[in-house]
């Protein structure tokens, strides 16, 4: 079963900022937060990961509360492009079967 | 570099026949993964191989789903029987560490084999 509760769907203004959250109350000590999105028709792509401090690279950010139990990706100015499924994830540090559990995503919709 | 090819883009199949897809991870990664994904809904896991060893096959739906690696690169799912609920997108990621090092390595996936089933 996914371990996280995100919105359904999401829309926003091209050039906005795009904020997804996403809840992960029962989140252990030994677990990442992990994010992919999926564009249509295409394989999921990874966004970004982190532990417990805040993290950033080219394509977002993303913030995790203090306590951990919940976590928000942002995209800086969205464009068209990044129309798509997001994905947010929660995976165990060390993981015998490695796989990643997709629940049903947020389906942001980036308007012109 | 190339990323995770799979073929064929799209398959059409009548009901009962068996149907292989074919998976190329990105090369070196020992790590193979096969997912099925319904529409409208996230992946699902179906099966995973450290280079040709399938460790984890506790995704797989039925016995009528079969997949192997025998040279620890290329992998193909086979479906034998195919059913209308076989009808899905069938997804194989890939990545370069083993499990028992720390996973902060992420997957990366193909586009994916449109299976229908007719």
């Known amino acids: 079963d996914a371990k996280t509760t995100q919105p359904p769907s999401m829309d926003c203004a091209e050039g906005r900022a795009a904020n997804l959250p996403c809840n992960h109350s029962?989140?252990?000590?030994?677990?990442?937060v992990y994010w992919y999105r999926q564009i249509h028709s295409q394989g999921p792509q990874y966004i970004i990961h982190?532990?417990?401090n805040n993290e950033t690279n080219e394509m977002a950010s993303l913030i995790i509360t203090e306590d951990r139990k919940s976590s928000t990706l942002i995209l800086p100015h969205a464009t068209l492009r990044d129309t798509a499924v997001y994905y947010c994830i929660v995976r165990p540090r060390m993981d015998s079967s490695y796989k990643l559990i997709f629940g049903s995503g947020t389906r942001l919709l980036v308007r012109p | 570099g190339a990323g995770v090819s799979q073929s064929p883009r799209y398959k059409v199949a009548k009901r009962g026949q068996d149907v292989a897809l074919r998976c190329d991870p990105i090369?070196?990664?020992?790590?193979l993964f096969w997912y099925q994904q319904a529409l409208g809904q996230g992946p699902e896991f179906l099966t995973y191989f450290q280079n040709e060893a399938q460790l984890d096959k506790s995704g797989l739906p039925s016995d009528r789903f079969f997949a192997e690696r025998p040279e620890g690169s290329v992998s193909t799912l086979k479906i034998q029987r195919t059913q209308q609920e076989d009808s899905a997108v069938y997804l194989c990621?890939?990545?370069?560490?083993?499990?028992?090092?720390?996973?902060?390595?992420?997957?990366?996936f193909g586009n994916g084999t449109r299976l229908t089933v007719t």
């Open positions: 982190g532990l417990k």
């Open positions: 090369s070196g990664h020992v790590s």
């Open positions: 990621a890939s990545t370069k560490r083993q499990p028992t090092e720390t996973n902060n390595s992420p997957l990366h």
């Open positions: 029962t989140i252990s000590g030994n677990e990442y």
